[in-house]
C-alpha cells in the first residue's frame, strides 16, 4: 500500500526553524514530483512547493519563497521541508503529497500523508 | 498565477438529492498536449484531501460513481448524483496546467440542509 507518513511538526517560536520529513513506502519514490501543501486552521488548501523526481528543480509559493527549502533523498525514500524565519501565518498542517502528476499520458495514484502541524506562536 | 473561483462556498444538501460545485479558472486550462489539467478533491473533517477527478472528468479508482466532473476551458463542474452521508465534506478544485504555482480553489462545504 502506497504511504507517506510525515513528522517534525510542533511549537516553534516567530523567528524560529523547523524541519519537516516525509517517509514513503509501497511505491516507487525517485521518479516522481513531490509537493508540500498546507492548510491554516479552518482554511482551505494552499501550495507551498514541489520537487522533482531526481532533485534537480525545486518550485515554491511566494509565501515562503527564501524562507523555505524542499529537498528529497531518494535513497531513503525520504521528503524534507526546511523551514526558516517562521512566521505566525506559517501556522498550519503541511501535508505531503505526490503531485503534481506527470503530464506523460499515464495514470497517476494520488497519494497524502496524514499531515503535521506546525505551530508559531510565542 | 492562475485564479480557481469555487461556489458555491457552502452548499445545503439533503440526502438523497444532487449537489453540484462549480469551478471557474481565470485562464482556460487546456494544455498544449491537448489535456485538462484540473482534479477535484475531497476532504472530510479531520481528514487528509483525496482525489476524486483528475483530467477534468476521469474518476480515480474506487471512486463512486455518483461522483462526475465536466467542463473545459476555464468552467469546471463537480457533481454528486445523490448525495450520501458519507459525501459531507469540503470539495476543491486544483490545476497544474499552469504551474507552478499549483494553485486550489478556496473550497466548497457540503452541509446537511
Known amino acids: 500500500e502506497e504511504q507517506l507518513l510525515e513528522s517534525g511538526g510542533g511549537l516553534v517560536q516567530p523567528g524560529g526553524s523547523l524541519r519537516l520529513s516525509c517517509a514513503a513506502s509501497?511505491?516507487?519514490?525517485?521518479?516522481?514530483?513531490m509537493s508540500w501543501v498546507r492548510q491554516a486552521p479552518g482554511k482551505g488548501l494552499e501550495w507551498v512547493s514541489t520537487?522533482?523526481?531526481?532533485?534537480?528543480?525545486?518550485y515554491y509559493a511566494d509565501s515562503v519563497k527564501g524562507r523555505f527549502t524542499i529537498s528529497r533523498d531518494n535513497s531513503k525514500y525520504t521528503l524534507y521541508l526546511q523551514m526558516d524565519s517562521l512566521r505566525a501565518e506559517d501556522t498550519a498542517i503541511y501535508y505531503c503529497?505526490?503531485?503534481?502528476?506527470?503530464?506523460?499520458?499515464?495514470?497517476?495514484?494520488?497519494?497524502w500523508g496524514q499531515g503535521t502541524l506546525v505551530t508559531v506562536s510565542s | 498565477d492562475v485564479v480557481l473561483t469555487q461556489s458555491p462556498l457552502s452548499l445545503p444538501v439533503i440526502l438523497g438529492q444532487p449537489a453540484s460545485i462549480s469551478c471557474r479558472s481565470s485562464?482556460?486550462?487546456?494544455?498544449?498536449?491537448?489535456?485538462?489539467?484540473l482534479s477535484w478533491f475531497q476532504q472530510r473533517p479531520g481528514q487528509s484531501p483525496r482525489r476524486l477527478i483528475y483530467?477534468?472528468?476521469k474518476r480515480d479508482p474506487g471512486v463512486p460513481d455518483r461522483f462526475s466532473g465536466s467542463g473545459s476551458g476555464t468552467d469546471f463542474t463537480l457533481k454528486i448524483s445523490r448525495v450520501e452521508a458519507e459525501d459531507i465534506a469540503s470539495y476543491y478544485c486544483?490545476?497544474?496546467?499552469?504551474?507552478?504555482?499549483?494553485?486550489f480553489g478556496q473550497g466548497t462545504r457540503l452541509v446537511i440542509k
Open positions: 509501497g511505491f516507487t519514490f525517485s521518479p516522481f514530483r
Open positions: 486544483m490545476q497544474y496546467t499552469h504551474w507552478p504555482p499549483v494553485t
Open positions: 503529497a505526490k503531485l503534481p502528476p506527470a503530464r506523460d499520458g499515464l495514470f497517476s495514484v494520488d497519494i
Open positions: 520537487i522533482r523526481g531526481d532533485g534537480t528543480e525545486t
Open positions: 485562464q482556460g486550462l487546456v494544455d498544449t498536449d491537448g489535456f485538462t489539467y
Open positions: 483530467k477534468a472528468s
